[in-house]
């Protein structure tokens, strides 16, 4: 069965802090993967996301995620955060013959203090 | 373009009840997913309906079912009401073509409560 885990349940980061946080997952076949973020109050909406091609993919407001085929992981990046981003952070895949059907990691909680 | 809708936004209902979701996808997308998010689990996938046709199935007792309409609507239910069921409900419309059909659009959720 497909999983993903996400072992940084909560972060608590300084503004201009780097962020990395970890994904990975498990499957046996070739799979699609995501990062959304949900902001305090607002709908979950994509960060970025993973197909194919460059294994490094750079999505909205800054962030970037390196897909490592090797290690199954899927980490979440950013050079230097903003109290803005303060929000949860989840990790998703699907096989990639389905993409209706997303499992989410449990989140990770990013407070960032200014 | 009007995003995901679900009404209601709030809802509380009595152990043993039935429960009623809408959803209302983007104009134009044919897929609509149904997710349930609860502190303990997480997100977690319950189905997802492609033209009127249910396509995937999360495991979910069977008291969990859903319909869609011929417009895309979708409506899920949840039948003998358990305080477990007290979540966030959440739907997502998939573009089945063009640089919109890999991805999952959500929508602002329904918070069920189970008392």
């Known amino acids: 069965a497909q999983s993903v885990s996400q072992h940084n349940h909560h972060v608590i980061l300084s503004e201009a802090a780097s962020l990395e946080l970890g994904c990975n997952y498990s499957?046996?076949?070739?799979?699609?993967l995501f990062w959304y973020v949900q902001y305090p109050g607002q709908h979950l909406q994509l960060l970025l996301k993973?197909?194919?091609?460059?294994?490094l993919v750079k999505g909205i407001k800054g962030f970037e995620a390196e897909f490592i085929k090797s290690k199954f992981s899927f980490n979440l990046r950013k050079p230097s955060v903003q109290w803005s981003d303060t929000a949860e952070y989840f990790c998703?895949?699907?096989?990639?013959?389905?993409?209706?059907?997303?499992?989410f990691g449990t989140g990770t909680r990013l407070q960032v203090f200014p | 373009k009007a995003g995901v809708t679900q009404t209601p936004r709030y809802l509380i209902k009595t152990r043993g009840q039935q429960v009623t979701l809408s959803c209302s996808p983007i104009?134009?997308?044919?897929?609509v997913s149904w997710y349930q998010q609860t502190p303990g689990q997480g997100l977690q996938f319950l189905f997802e309906?492609?033209?009127?046709?249910?396509?995937n199935k999360g495991n979910f007792p069977g008291r969990f079912s859903g319909r869609q309409f011929s417009n895309s609507r979708s409506e899920m239910n949840v039948s003998t009401l358990e305080l477990g069921d007290s979540a966030l409900y959440l739907c997502?419309?998939?573009?089945?073509?063009?640089?919109?059909?890999?991805?999952?659009?959500f929508g602002p959720g329904t918070r069920l409560t189970v008392t």
């Open positions: 104009s134009g997308h044919r897929s």
């Open positions: 309906y492609f033209s009127e046709t249910q396509r």
């Open positions: 997502a419309s998939t573009g089945v073509t063009g640089r919109s059909s890999y991805e999952q659009y």
């Open positions: 998703a895949v699907s096989p990639s013959y389905n993409t209706d059907k997303l499992i």
């Open positions: 499957y046996g076949g070739t799979v699609n």
């Open positions: 993973y197909f194919s091609g460059d294994p």
